[in-house]
């Protein structure tokens, strides 16, 4: 068993800040990339940000100076964190990683996603 759980999406005030946890639970043997994808009604699902297994990270144009992607490690977590949110940043939020199943052996995992709304 393999778990992708996000955490901290709700409703927030356009210029309002939130953080996002996506905890990653069951066996494997570590983590590589984590990253957030997004998905507003109607349109397609974008990748938000991306962090690597070494801390490197990248992220869309549109997030860029605002968003903060971040991990623990020990805790098997990766947090985004939102500020200055404005109301297109609107959608569902998904966690997505990389876990080491086996040695030499990567598989992807999706979560269910967290509604983050921005009010104008």
């Known amino acids: 068993q393999v778990q992708l759980v996000e955490s901290g999406g709700g409703l927030v005030q356009a210029g309002g800040s939130l953080r996002l946890s996506c905890l990653a639970s069951?066996?494997?043997?570590?983590?590589?990339?984590m990253m957030w994808y997004r998905q507003a009604p109607g349109k397609q699902r974008e990748l938000v940000a991306t962090?690597?297994?070494?801390?490197?990270?990248n992220y869309a144009d549109s997030v860029k100076g605002r968003f903060t992607i971040s991990r623990d490690n020990a805790k098997n977590t990766v947090y985004l964190q939102m500020n200055s949110l404005k109301p297109e940043d609107t959608a569902v939020y998904y966690c997505?990683?990389?876990?080491?199943?086996?040695?030499?052996?990567?598989?992807?995992?999706w979560g269910r996603g967290t509604q983050v709304t921005v009010s104008s």
């Open positions: 069951g066996r494997f043997f570590s983590i590589n990339a």
């Open positions: 997505n990683a990389d876990l080491v199943i086996e040695y030499s052996l990567l598989r992807n995992y």
């Open positions: 962090i690597s297994s070494g801390g490197n990270t």
